[in-house]
């Protein structure tokens, strides 16, 4: 018994340490952050490591701990710059994802979309008219129906705010990549739902309230 419990004690303090360390340091992955806290804790034995899922709620209760009123500011200006950049690339039926698409977001991260197209080109080419100055680079992800693959991610800076593009083949949108934090099917939210958001923040409502 007393095992068990050690056990489920030191699961939600690496969930809560590798939380604290995605959090403070923009960690992304929560296994980069996971295997950091184990290592330097010495929990080599990975049936006591927290789930993504575990790590997931522990980053969320962090950011609600933490939330400041003066960063919503920040996000509704992230909000709107995201709802600018998903009228521009409506054709390819824009989702906001990532924390911008949470309760308690953080102003700290890109602003992600997830974008539709038959190819990456469809998309560079947009930008080629626009004028618009981008990065891309792949990034590893797996799929809802197990298998993985890498993606294109196209990056550009929209005055002070970066948005990252990633760009889905459209036989995704049944076959969606997992969310890397909680694994479930990453279906992002359309700008309708985001315009709520934006005007929940903007009429200064905490969603709580």
């Given at each position: 018994m007393q095992h068990r419990e050690r056990a489920e004690t030191q699961r939600c303090w690496l969930a809560a340490e590798a939380a604290r360390l995605m959090?403070?340091?923009g960690i992304a992955e929560p296994e980069r952050a996971r295997r950091k806290v184990a290592e330097r804790a010495g929990i080599t034995d990975k049936r006591h490591w927290p789930s993504n899922e575990e790590i997931q709620e522990a980053l969320l209760a962090y950011?609600?701990?933490f939330w400041r009123p003066d960063q919503a500011a920040a996000v509704d200006k992230q909000r709107q710059q995201a709802l600018a950049a998903m009228r521009h690339f409506h054709r390819f039926r824009p989702r906001l994802t990532g924390t911008l698409a949470t309760d308690y977001p953080d102003p700290s991260q890109p602003v992600r979309l997830l974008l539709g197209a038959e190819t990456v080109d469809e998309v560079v080419v947009e930008l080629l008219n626009q004028g618009i100055r981008w990065r891309e680079r792949q990034e590893a992800r797996r799929f809802a129906d197990g298998s993985r693959g890498f993606l294109?991610?196209?990056?550009?800076?929209a005055g002070d705010t970066q948005i990252e593009l990633l760009v889905l083949p459209r036989t995704a949108r049944s076959n969606p990549p997992l969310d890397p934090l909680d694994e479930r099917p990453e279906r992002g939210l359309d700008d309708s739902a985001v315009t709520r958001l934006a005007s929940l923040e903007t009429g200064q409502i905490h969603p709580d309230q």
């Open positions: 959090a403070e340091q950011r609600r701990l294109p991610i196209l990056s550009f800076m």
